[in-house]
Every structure is written in C-alpha cells, then in structure tokens.
C-alpha cells in the first residue's frame, strides 16, 4: 500500500508528532507508515483522514500487489 500521508501532513502544516496525539499513537507509528514500514489498521486510517476532512483512499492507495 502506497500513502501520501507526508504530503497530506504539508499541506495541512500538521507535523508527525502533532498528527500523532490527535490519533492517539506514537511519532515513531506515523513516521513508519509514512516510510511505508507499517500499514495502518482500518480503524486508523480512518481516524488520520479524518483529521484531513478527506477519505482514506484520497491517502492511502491499494496497489496491485497488495
């Protein structure tokens, strides 16, 4: 699964840490699922785009492979 949780945080001048206590998890998780280390549940993913007013698929995108 690719993401464009970076690029959503730079447009919405969101840092890691900030973007991480309004979800509830740590730096360390935003930072790995933005380096593609870690794929977020659904719940989380949910809760990230919601704090953008977007759709989680307007960040996270499903590849072929996956």
Known sequence: ?????????????????????KVGVSRQTINSIEGGRYTPSA?????????FGIIAEEIFILEDSD
């Open 43 to 51: 719940v989380l993913a949910l809760k990230i785009a919601r704090v």
């Open 1 to 21: 699964m690719k993401n464009r949780l970076r690029v959503a945080r730079a447009e919405h001048h969101i840092s890691q840490a900030e973007l991480a206590e």
